[in-house]
């Protein structure tokens, strides 16, 4: 089995494959640089013995990270825990991609495993969008070029600055408007980011979409905001849940 782990700026994902690329599990735990090594691999124990799998099973670990404080700790908590260090997503991990960025180290381990997974799954030009943190864009091109992308505030990012530089406003979470016109304030709120975030996407979109006339481009999202905000798009989206993941699935393969 592959032991696979994603660490984002607020959650941590875990997944287990089995030998057939099947997905065991999917957990999500809370991302703390300050945890020591013996906290993650407590945590790691615990998630096995909750989806009832025995991690002495485990032939193999990739980890993704875009922490950097909380990378050493954790590939210590892995070799611990499995005996032998995970591999992790970064310089010298074959990928199959052409990064053609100024500076190839500055795009995130994550954005390089959902390129990887696109690329599995749909004919480029590609758009990924993971919708976390940050809301991150990226574009491929024919040729598996990572061509760049461009990076926004989160949703969630958005709602927290509005409620605390705006008095009045109050801390809301991100769920499906009532209605496109909003009758209280929460109403209006939820219906401004969730529309409007989808609004931008579209728009962007339909921008990335004029670089490659007469072709057509595929859009994929992923992160724990897209569900909500997909199905406001007027583009056709397609919602990956588990577009990161099977990256890293197909990443270690690569480089076995």
């Known amino acids: ?52 799998f025995d991690y002495t099973q485990v032939s193999g670990a990739i980890l993704c990270s875009v922490v950097p404080p909380l990378n050493f700790m954790m590939e210590k908590a892995l070799t611990r825990l499995l005996g032998r260090p995970p591999m992790v997503v970064g310089p010298g991990v074959r990928t199959g991609l052409n990064i053609r960025l100024t500076v190839q180290t500055q795009v995130g381990a994550d954005i390089v495993a959902d390129a990887v997974a696109a690329l599995e799954k749909f004919s480029p030009p590609i758009i990924t969008i993971d919708m976390g943190t940050a809301t991150t864009i990226g574009v491929i091109s024919q040729g598996r070029n990572y061509e760049g992308g461009l990076l926004l505030p989160g949703v969630n990012v958005s709602l927290e600055a509005l409620s605390r530089r705006a008095a009045q406003l109050p801390d809301i979470s991100l769920q499906h408007p009532k209605s496109l016109i909003g009758k209280t304030t929460e109403d209006c709120m939820r219906s401004g980011i969730v529309y409007g975030t989808a609004g931008m996407l579209d728009g962007i979109i339909d921008r990335i979409r004029e670089e490659f006339p007469g072709q057509e481009v595929s859009a994929v999202a992923t992160g724990g905001n897209a569900p909500v905000i997909v199905r406001y798009c007027r583009n056709p989206i397609v919602y990956d849940k588990f577009l990161l993941m099977d990256g890293l699935w197909t990443i270690y393969q690569k480089n076995r």
Not at 25 to 42: C, G, H
């Open 1 to 52: 089995m592959l032991l696979a782990i994603d660490v984002g700026n607020s959650n941590t994902s875990v997944g287990l494959f089995d030998s057939g690329k099947k997905l065991r599990f999917l957990a999500s735990l809370d991302t703390d640089s300050r945890k020591t090594a013996d906290q993650i691999s407590v945590d790691l124990m615990n998630l096995f013995t909750l989806y009832r």
